[in-house]
């Protein structure tokens, strides 16, 4: 099993810019989550979805932020325009059955 | 909503010790409790896994006990191993369905 996986691994890019982070889940399972990781507040739930379906996207920032999910084997976090603020950890992570979540390797976005 | 805590923030001991880390949250009413390892610029690992039903889970050096009643649930790590040193987080799934709620870790040194 390759394990939850993450793209790109690192991402720089300017304020404004629009930024599209990529993950494709364990297979099989479903439930999907997407959390923001920083210094300052810790591990944040953004979104998360079940069955391709968001179930809570309150976590979500502003109206900059969005996720999709057309299957079940991809999903998007976009932010749009990107700010110096939205620099951080993003993490996607998916569950199956018995709710035992699995991390990926993280995206690490610096917004300049 | 579930409030996750951990006590210590911050952990520093000599190998070989066995050392105890607390997880405590507000909800009694979760579905179950995942201890997860966090390496500096890693996503998280998830160690284990206790179902509501269970009192505890083992997997080698490692033993975490959940305690519903008094809202609390403890890693235990005997012989403690410089590779041990990481950051800890216990995560909380309550009656919400799917997402887990996280405190803010211990993170854990171990020197030799």
């Known amino acids: 099993d390759a394990g939850v996986i993450q793209s790109p691994r690192h991402e720089v890019t300017e304020m404004g810019q629009e930024v599209t982070l990529r993950c494709k889940p364990i297979s099989g399972h479903n439930s999907l989550f997407w959390y923001r990781q920083t210094m300052m507040r810790g591990l944040e739930l953004l979104i998360y979805f079940n069955n391709n379906v968001p179930i809570d996207d309150s976590g979500m920032p502003e109206d900059r932020f969005s996720a999709k999910m057309p299957n079940a084997s991809f999903s998007t976090l976009k932010i749009q325009p990107s700010e110096p603020r939205d620099s951080a950890v993003y993490f996607c992570a998916s569950s199956g059955t018995y709710y035992e979540q699995y991390f990926g390797p993280g995206t690490r976005l610096t917004v300049t | 909503k579930q409030e996750v805590t951990q006590i210590p923030a911050a952990l520093s001991v000599p190998e070989g010790e066995n050392l105890v880390l607390n997880c405590s949250f507000t909800d009694s009413a979760i579905y179950n409790l995942q201890w997860f390892r966090q390496d500096p610029g890693k996503g998280l690992t998830s160690l284990l896994l206790?179902?509501?039903?269970?009192r505890e889970q083992t997997s080698g050096r490692l033993n975490a006990s959940l305690d519903k009643s008094s809202g609390r649930s403890t890693l235990y790590i005997a012989a403690s191993q410089p590779g041990d040193s990481a950051t800890y987080l216990c995560g909380s799934r309550g009656s919400t369905l799917g997402r887990l709620y996280f405190g803010r870790g211990t993170q854990l040194t171990v020197w030799p």
């Open positions: 206790i179902q509501s039903s269970q």
